[in-house]
């Protein structure tokens, strides 16, 4: 890609995840393999998503990087860090962690280095911060993502197992 930068940014610039999130939200009704109802709809999903980004960004620990191609945004991760988090019973859990909550990149600019390149800044921040590790969560179904992220050194550390009840 040229001219890739990668842009640490405010809750101001959440209007600017729009086209980003709705790719997303595409993406997500087109690969996933479980879904507990019929999809939202874009809007009521932009909408929700919108109001999660601002009260992520509203928290200091709160996280918004922006990739930048020639001045267009392209793509985006959001995310946070936590102190002392509730953790494992089992395990004992590092006393600074991290979460991404969505990386994402507009279609177009898929393939061009903005995801990994969002991954790496995510890594030098949360490493200044103190977090030793960090997590995300990848809907199943979505084989694509799972490789980009086994690509860049991501373990499977956890499953969730859904039972829908019936009357």
């Keep these: 890609m040229s001219d890739l930068k990668i842009v640490l940014a405010g809750s101001d610039r959440i209007d600017e995840l729009e086209a980003i999130y709705r790719s997303l939200y595409a993406h997500h009704v087109e690969v996933s393999t479980w879904r507990p109802g019929p999809p939202r709809g874009a809007?009521?999903?932009?909408?929700?998503?919108?109001?999660?980004?601002?009260?992520?960004?509203?928290?200091?620990?709160?996280?918004?990087?922006?990739?930048?191609?020639?001045?267009?945004?392209?793509?985006?991760?959001?995310?946070?860090?936590?102190?002392?988090?509730?953790?494992?019973?089992?395990?004992?859990?590092?006393?600074?962690?991290?979460?991404?909550?969505?990386?994402?990149?507009?279609?177009?600019?898929?393939?061009?280095?903005?995801?990994?390149?969002?991954?790496?800044?995510?890594?030098?921040?949360?490493?200044?911060?103190?977090?030793?590790?960090?997590?995300?969560?990848?809907?199943a179904g979505n084989d694509s993502a799972r490789r980009f992220y086994e690509a860049l050194g991501f373990e499977l550390a956890d499953m969730v197992f859904e039972k829908r009840l019936t009357a």
């Design 43 to 139: 809007d009521e999903a932009w909408s929700r998503r919108r109001a999660r980004y601002a009260k992520t960004l509203a928290s200091p620990d709160g996280i918004l990087l922006l990739a930048v191609v020639d001045g267009r945004v392209v793509g985006a991760l959001i995310g946070e860090s936590e102190e002392n988090p509730e953790g494992s019973d089992t395990f004992e859990i590092p006393a600074h962690v991290a979460h991404v909550h969505d990386v994402a990149v507009l279609p177009d600019a898929r393939g061009g280095g903005a995801g990994k390149a969002l991954i790496e800044r995510f890594e030098a921040e949360m490493r200044a911060r103190g977090v030793v590790s960090y997590g995300l969560d990848v809907m």
